[in-house]
C-alpha cells in the first residue's frame, strides 16, 4: 500500500520492521518518505468528521490498524478575524491532546506500528514532549517503555515519565550520548525506536495535524501557515499532511508554510538560507523554547525541501519575543502555549512586521504544546506587591489598575 | 424558565442579577438549586452528540445565550472492562478542557451570565484552578478580570494567572480574607461573582459533565459514580446533571454518587456522616490535594443532600493512597490526574477493599484536573540512579529492570 523513498537520493524500498533510514545515505541525508500510490487510496470528503479523532486518518496512514486507547486529535481550531489587519487567523491549539502537546500524534502511530510489526518493547531518548508522549499513550497498552534521558532533565519531567509507569534510563551523560546508547541497545535487543526522524512513520502520525485542520475548515486551507520548528519533523509533517490531501484531490492548494526557529536554535533557518544543495549546519543551542532547542536537527533535509516546494521560508525569534508571544496570544486567544508553540506565534508577528502578509490572507497557526508543560518561561515576568486585605487600600489598586 | 429555590428553606425566587443566596438563610445554608419547569424543555436523544461541548445543553441551562470561544468539554470517556473485578469502569477525564480542569464548566455559564447581565467586569477569590479558569475563558472576551489571591499563592499559578491577561490582586493575608474581600469589593463595584457555591449559575455549567457521561454512554448511565469533594459544589452538579436528565425522560434512573474526601479535608464527610439536619462542621485543612483542601466547604448542606437522595456517601482517604492512586491510574489508564482528581480513584479502590462494589456494576470516575496543573505530589517519590552511557552497564541495569 506504501513504499519508502529516501529524501535525497530517492531510493524506493519496501517497508520492513527494521527499515528506518537509507542505508546509502545514512541517518541524516537518508531519512526516509512514505510514499503512497494514491490511486488506491477511496476516501472523499465526507468521510471525515470535524470531531474526528487522527483514527480516522487510516486509510492514508501507514498502519494496518490503530491500536491506541486514548483520544489523540480532534484538538480546537479557533477563528479570530481581522486580526493584526489580516482577514482571518486560525489557531490550531494541540495543547488538549492526552500529553497535551503534538507529538501525540507520533507515538500513537509508533505504537501501532510497534503492534504491527510483533515487538513487545518501544523506546526513545528525549528529554520532552515525545517521552512524555510514548509513555503517556503506552501505559494502557502491554508494551513495554523504555526511555532514555540525560541526567540533567528537570525533576518534574522526570517524575512524569514514572507516573505514566516507563522504564526510565537516567544516562550519566548529554543528551547526544543517551540518544546514541538508546539506539545501540534497541538494536540490539530488538526493540522498537520512537526515535524523531530516524522512524519515518512519526512524521505520517504528525501529518495529521494538517488534516484535521482542513477537515475542520471545511476543506477550504489557509494560504499561509506559521509553524515552529526543531529537528524538522513536525514542520515537514504539516506540508506532507496538505499534499496527501492535495494528491487525493481533497484541497486545491498546499499552503506555504513559514517555518519558525528561535534565534538560539536556528539550524534548519541558516541550512536553509545557504540555499541547495541542502546541507546540515550544526549549531549549540540556546534558548527557552525547550521543545525547539535542537543543535544537530535530525529532519533538516526533509523540512527544508518540503518548505521550498510549499513555497515558504524560515524566520526566526528571538527569546524576548517567544517571552512576549506566551503573553500575548493567552490573553488574545485564551491559549496558554509553552515557548515552543508561542514561537509560531511570535513568528507570525514578526512576518506581519516584515509586511510578509497580505491583508486579504488566511492564516492558520500551530500551537504544538500546553503552556503548563514548561512554566519557568513566564514565572520571572511577575511582579506584584501584596495589598493589606483592607476595603480602601484595595479600592485604591483597583482604580490604579484600571485606568 | 427557570427559578432559585433555597436549599434549606425552600423558597422560590425569581432570578435576578444580584441574587445569589437565600436572604433569610445566609449564604451557608442558603445557597440556591436552579429548578426548571421539565414539560417547558422540549429535548430528545438525538439532540445531543457524543462529540458536542457544553453549549449543547443551552436548552437546559439557565443562560439566554452561550458566549465562550474555546471548546469546553467534549472531553473523553474510557471505558475499561472487568476492571478489578468489576464489568464496567468508565473514566471520565476533564484535564483536556481549555486550562485542563473540570472548572472550565463552571466559568464558562460565569461568564454567559455576565454578559446576559450586562456586567463589564467579572470576579472571584481563588487559589487554583476556578482562578485559572476564570482567566483562560475570559481572556478572548471584552469582560475585566479581577482575580483575587492570597499571598501565599504558588509563583507558578500566580503566572498562569498573569499570562491570560487577568488582574491579579495578591492580598497581604489567607485564603479566607481574600474571598471575604472580594465579595466586599465585587458588590461595591458591581462586579459579577464567579465564587464558587455562593453563584448558583456555577452549578449549573458544571452539570454539564454528567449530562456528557450520559450522552455518550448512549444514555446508559453507570450504576456507581465516584467523585472528588472539596466545597462540595462539583458532586452536588453531577447529581443535579442526572437529575435533569432523569426528570426529561433520557435516562431511567440516578446513579448512586459516592464523594470521595481527602482524610485531612473531610468536612462534608463529617457533616453526612452526623446524619441530618445536615449541620456544617468545619476544620483546619491538611492535605496534598489542592483542590479539595477545603476547611469550610460551601456547598456543604447541598452536597449531603443531593448524595443521600442518590443512595451514595461519602468516603475518606489519605494522602498516600491518594499519592498511590496517580502512579496506579496513570500507568493503568494513561490519565495523568492531579491529586484532587486522582482521590477519586483512590475512593473506588477503597470501595473495593470495603466491598461496596459488585461485579456486575458498572462504575463512573471523574478525573477533575490534569496532573501538570501539580507535579509536586509525585516527585518526591522518584528516586533513580544515573548510569554511564556503556552499552554493557546499560544492559545490566535493564536486565534488572526486566525481572
Known sequence: MYKLKCITCGTIYDPEPNMYTCPKCGERYGTLEVIFNYDLINVKKSDFDKHGDISQFSKILPITEYKVKQVVGNTPTYEFKNYYGIKKVFFKYDGTNPTSSYKDRASAIAISKAYEYGYDTIYCASTGNAASSLAGLSAPTDLKTFIFVPKNIPIAKLAQLHVFGANVILVDGNYDQAFDISTKVGKKLNWYSRNSAINPYLLEGKKTGAMELAVQLDFEVPDIVFVSAGDGTVISSIYKGFYDFYNLNLIQKI??????????????????????PYTPVDIIPNTI???????KPRDVIKACKYVEKSGGTFLTVNDEEIKT?????????????EPAGAAAYAGFKKAISMDLLKKED??????????????????????????????????????????
Do not use: C, H, M, R
Open 255 to 276: 499552503p506555504k508554510i513559514i517555518g519558525i526557529q528561535a534565534k538560539g536554535a536556528d539550524a534548519i533557518a541558516k541550512t536553509f538560507s545557504n540555499g541547495k
Open 289 to 295: 523554547a525547550d521543545s525547539i532547542s535542537v543543535g
Open 325 to 337: 508571544a506566551i503573553f500575548e496570544l493567552a490573553k488574545n486567544t485564551g491559549i496558554f502555549a
Open 362 to 403: 488566511t492564516v492558520a497557526i500551530f500551537i504544538t504544546g500546553n503552556g503548563l508543560k514548561d512554566i519557568k518561561a513566564v514565572q520571572d515576568n511577575i511582579k506584584i506587591n501584596p495589598i493589606p486585605p483592607v476595603f480602601e487600600k484595595i479600592i485604591e489598586y483597583i482604580n490604579g489598575v484600571k485606568k
